[in-house]
């Protein structure tokens, strides 16, 4: 199999959100020819890719005959089954492997992955039934959080457990299937660092994005976090140790949590461009989506240098059914740049899109995010 994918060949991409709508748009504009596979039609991805191939990720057969039309694959959605990413790599070189996806797909998993190799985590424990909730409750202490073991994400699958929380209420609130039980980190602020790995290990990052949250759900990043520079250097070491550790190719992003004693804590992996990562879009000179591209064609990487001070919100379905969002005013200011993701049914907490800002300071380009998603007039 061939390391360098070149431009021209096809990439294949498992899954059909966002995430590969935009990796398509910056392997379309490099010259590549993109297919994507999800059981979904008329996708965020297919409506970019020149084939959109409608199969259920555990359909192998139809996997193998993806990965056989294709020069090399990679995923946009980590809950691909493993034995997908494992049937598609007899035909095609499959970046990250598959052994990457089969470790962030379970928190217990990565957890057990961050601590090997030397990283720093909320206390845990594995819970498989009640019983078991009650005696890691004994040792991870309260509040904690109890977490699906698979397929979690914005905050699904959670249940917080105060002082005075029954342990099976919080049980049931997740479905009584296996699970982690979290300390609580009490954190000031939290941040992401959005790295990428080249097939030959060369590595680069966008340094440390601050995330805000509203209801799990991410709200606005905003580019350069301005911590002390020791915390900066060890969150990047952190990342790089993460790229490494799980030899990935491609782009993976650590989310930390910065708790109140200025410690650093990691709270998940996400192995694939990132939702914070979306403002380097226009922010970096190469974004997140471009270094995925490179990485898993086995070119060398961009240049992640940022351009300019650089905030983003995104945008939600909420509201959208009772009027159409006006677009005109959220771009009256000219250093507003609109992506929608072109999902045809708005739903409460649905990722439609986002705005990207450039401000004159960080604080300004969040300011200018804020006040351009308000003029939108849909929350
Ligand atoms: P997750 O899906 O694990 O990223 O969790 C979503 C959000 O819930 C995080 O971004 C935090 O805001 C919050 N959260 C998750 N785990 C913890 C924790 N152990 N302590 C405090 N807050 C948490």
């Not at 379970?106 to 190799?117: D, S």
């Not at 001070?309 to 507003?336: C, E, F, K, Y």
Request: charged share 20%; glycine share 8%; hydrophobic share 40%.
């Amino acid at each position: 199999m061939t390391e360098r994918v070149l431009p021209g060949s096809t990439i294949g991409i498992l899954g059909s959100g966002q995430l590969g709508r935009m990796l398509a748009q910056s392997a379309r504009r490099m010259g590549y020819r993109v297919h994507t596979l999800s059981p979904g039609r008329d996708t965020p991805t297919g409506q970019i890719a020149d084939r959109e191939i409608v199969a259920e990720y555990d359909d192998l057969d139809a996997i193998a005959a993806f990965a056989r039309g294709v020069d090399v694959v990679t995923f946009e959605f980590e809950n691909v089954a493993y034995s997908a990413a494992e049937s598609a790599a007899r035909h095609a070189p499959v970046r990250p492997r598959g052994e990457v996806l089969h470790v962030t797909q379970n928190r217990l998993r990565e957890k057990r992955a961050l601590v090997a190799a030397g990283l720093p985590t909320a206390p845990f424990e594995a819970v498989n039934d009640l019983a078991e909730l009650e005696q890691a409750l004994d040792r991870v202490g309260r509040p904690a959080i109890l977490k699906t073991a698979g397929f979690g994400y914005d905050g699904k699958g959670q249940a917080r457990l105060d002082y005075d929380t029954v342990p099976a209420e919080a049980w049931a609130a997740i479905g009584a299937g296996p699970a982690v039980l979290e300390g609580f980190v009490d954190f000031q602020a939290e941040f992401s660092v959005v790295a990428a790995r080249s097939v030959h290990g060369q590595m680069v990052d966008y340094g440390l994005i601050e995330n805000r949250h509203a209801n799990h759900i991410l709200d606005v990043s905003i580019a350069d976090m301005p911590l002390e520079p020791p915390q900066q250097k060890r969150a990047r070491e952190i990342a790089r140790t993460v790229l490494e550790s799980l030899d990935v190719v491609g782009v993976l992003c650590v989310e930390f949590f910065l708790s109140r004693d200025g410690s650093l804590i990691v709270n998940e992996l996400a192995p694939r461009p990132h939702n914070s990562g979306h403002l380097t879009i226009e922010g970096c000179l190469s974004s997140q989506f471009d270094q995925q591209l490179r990485a898993v064609c086995g070119l060398p990487l961009g240049d992640t240098q940022r351009l300019f001070p650089v905030a983003m919100a995104n945008l939600l379905g909420n509201g959208w059914q009772q009027h159409t969002p006006d677009w005109a005013s959220a771009l009256r200011d000219p250093r507003v740049n609109l992506h929608l993701y072109g999902k045809a049914m708005p739903a409460p907490g649905r990722k439609m899109g986002h705005l990207t800002v450039r401000g004159d300071s960080r604080d300004d380009a969040a300011q200018r995010a804020l006040s351009a998603r308000a003029s939108l007039a849909i929350k």
